[in-house]
């Protein structure tokens, strides 16, 4: 079975500073690769996603991930953070598609709340 | 174009009781999702409806259900509450495509 595993629970970076979130994953094959973000008491909001094709994906709000199959992450990235980006987030991955089209459902890491310092 | 609206926004049982959460999906699009997240954890996957009919299940015990209907919207039902049933449930849908879509969530409380 596939396992995701976001080695941060906690990161503080101060305004305007560069971010790098951690994921790693567990599984025989490429998935499909995702980041969510979710603010407090919110659903979660899709940011980014890896299927195929260039390993370095852009996503809303200025974040990218790179994806590295020999390390087994999908590690996401922005330059410079924004005291609206504290929220959590979440990397999870999918590993099976539909012949007729969809896919299973996601296999979500535990999290990594991001704290912005001014 | 409205997103994925889950019914209701907060509720509160007791242990032993049943409830039904509701979604809606985004329009176009034909698969529902249901996850749980309890507090400080990330969502796990309960179970998967397309075309009326569930089609993979996640780790959870039969007290679980759920239901499509032919408008695609969905129903999540749980059986003999038990305090750990509480968390925030979330609803994602998606077209024919891998990527899912998630609604705010509707917080259950079991006292």
């Known amino acids: 079975a596939q396992s995701v595993t976001q080695p941060d629970i906690h990161i503080t970076v101060s305004e305007g500073a560069s971010l790098e979130l951690r994921c790693n994953y567990s599984y025989g094959a490429t998935p499909y690769l995702f980041w969510y973000v979710q603010s407090p008491g919110q659903g979660l909001q899709l940011l980014l996603k890896?299927?195929?094709?260039?390993?370095l994906v852009q996503g809303i709000k200025g974040f990218e991930a790179e994806f590295k199959r020999s390390q087994s992450s999908f590690n996401l990235r922005k330059p410079s953070v924004h005291w609206s980006d504290a929220a959590e987030y979440f990397c999870a991955v999918g590993v099976r598609v539909y012949s007729g089209g969809g896919a299973d459902g996601l296999t979500f890491g535990k999290g990594t709340h991001l704290i912005i310092q001014p | 174009d409205a997103g994925v609206t889950q019914s209701p926004t907060h509720l509160i049982k007791t242990r032993g009781q049943q409830v039904t959460l509701r979604c809606s999906p985004k329009s176009g699009h034909d698969t529902v999702s249901w996850y749980q997240q309890a507090l400080g954890q990330g969502p796990q996957f309960i179970f998967q409806y397309y075309e009326e009919e569930e089609r993979q299940r996640g780790n959870f015990p039969d007290r679980f259900s759920g239901h499509q209907f032919p408008n695609y919207s969905s129903e999540l039902n749980v059986n003999a509450l038990l305090l750990g049933d509480s968390a925030l449930y979330l609803c994602a849908s998606s077209p024919r495509t891998n990527t899912q879509y998630f609604g705010p969530g509707t917080r259950l409380t079991v006292l």
């Open positions: 890896y299927f195929s094709g260039d390993t």
